[in-house]
């Protein structure tokens, strides 16, 4: 979590990017993990992965959390 | 909604199981990515840009607005509208990861960087907060969604008040002899060339079959009033073959 990214410009986008999205299933927040390019949705257990600066919002490619 | 029984959907002309339905038009987005600009272009003979550009002329994008375009896939109707909105920002969303790879590496999508943003996301169950966008496109896609009113619902949802809908699908020519004559070279011209440019002949019969099968106008329109939308008009494009759907949200 430590990991800021490194371009002004990417660092905009991230913030941007983490202001309109919301987890699909419950619509709660998302908690940005930059270190391991996810968005955590606590109240459905759910990290969506980011793969290549594109967040990935479907259930079905999520990583289920404990 | 209490029955258990499975409920089944449309995937072209074949009867599928509503869970079935995602992952077969994935598929079919999946596979046809690379080849899916040149393949409407061919399908179209070109006329898909000038319907874009009506559906442009009719919402007349204005500067700062924000814009959601679901099922968005290679970009095309965001680039269009940021050309004419200066300061505006848009979002694609789309299902298919592919087809926003294929969007990012356009020329337009590097030039307009800054205001644009991609979401794999599904038109059902949007990741975006309530009264966010102030439009809703989606062009050629709202016939491959499962359940059409869940994602108007979700238009609804995610526009501000004072928000607008656009749909941009093809229809039906409400003539009967142009229609059999518009059938017959879809059924029979646009797999055969699926099967030359993208090899794939059976997500290009996938495509007519859905077109054949999404409702006319005038149903498509009562839809989008059930899901709150006001005002709800529609323009035909070429006879019948496309129409524009336009709603508000007031």
């Known amino acids: ?66 | 909604m209490t029955t258990e029984q499975t409920r089944t959907t449309h995937f072209g002309f074949q009867t599928v199981d509503e869970d079935a339905k995602a992952g077969m038009v994935h598929g079919v987005f999946s596979r046809v990515a690379s080849k899916y600009d040149i393949m409407n272009d061919l399908m179209s003979m070109g006329i898909h840009r000038v319907w874009k550009d009506a559906m442009m002329d009719w919402l007349a994008p204005r500067p700062g607005q924000r814009l959601l375009d679901v099922a968005g896939g290679t970009g095309d109707v965001a680039f269009r509208f940021l050309k004419r909105a200066p300061g505006a920002t848009a979002t694609v969303c789309d299902m298919t990861e592919s087809m926003l790879i294929e969007g990012q590496k356009r020329a337009e999508a590097e030039d307009m960087a800054e205001r644009l943003s991609w979401v794999v996301g599904d038109a059902m169950e949007l990741p975006f907060e309530d009264n966010t966008f102030d439009v809703y496109t989606i062009s050629f896609g709202i016939r491959n969604v499962t359940r059409i009113p869940d994602a108007l619902s979700e238009a609804y949802r995610v526009l501000r008040p004072g928000g607008r809908i656009m749909v941009l699908e093809f229809s039906q020519i409400p003539n009967d002899m142009l229609q059999s004559l518009y059938d017959a070279y879809s059924f029979n011209v646009i797999p055969v060339m699926g099967q030359i440019v993208a090899n794939d002949r059976d997500s290009y019969q996938y495509l007519v079959e859905s077109i054949r099968k999404f409702p006319n106008q005038e149903l498509f329109a009562s839809m989008i009033r059930e899901a709150g939308f006001d005002h709800v008009k529609y323009r035909n494009l070429t006879m019948g073959i496309a129409a524009l759907h336009s709603g508000w949200k007031i």
Do not use: N
């Open chain 1, 1 to 66: 979590m430590s990991d800021m990214p490194e371009e002004e410009d990417r660092a905009a986008f991230d913030r941007r990017m983490l202001e309109a999205l919301v987890c699909p299933l419950t619509q709660a927040p998302l908690h940005y993990d930059a270190a391991r390019q996810e968005l955590i949705s606590k109240p459905a257990h759910l990290a969506f992965p980011i793969r290549a600066g594109i967040p990935i919002m479907v259930p079905d490619e999520a990583r289920p959390l404990d």
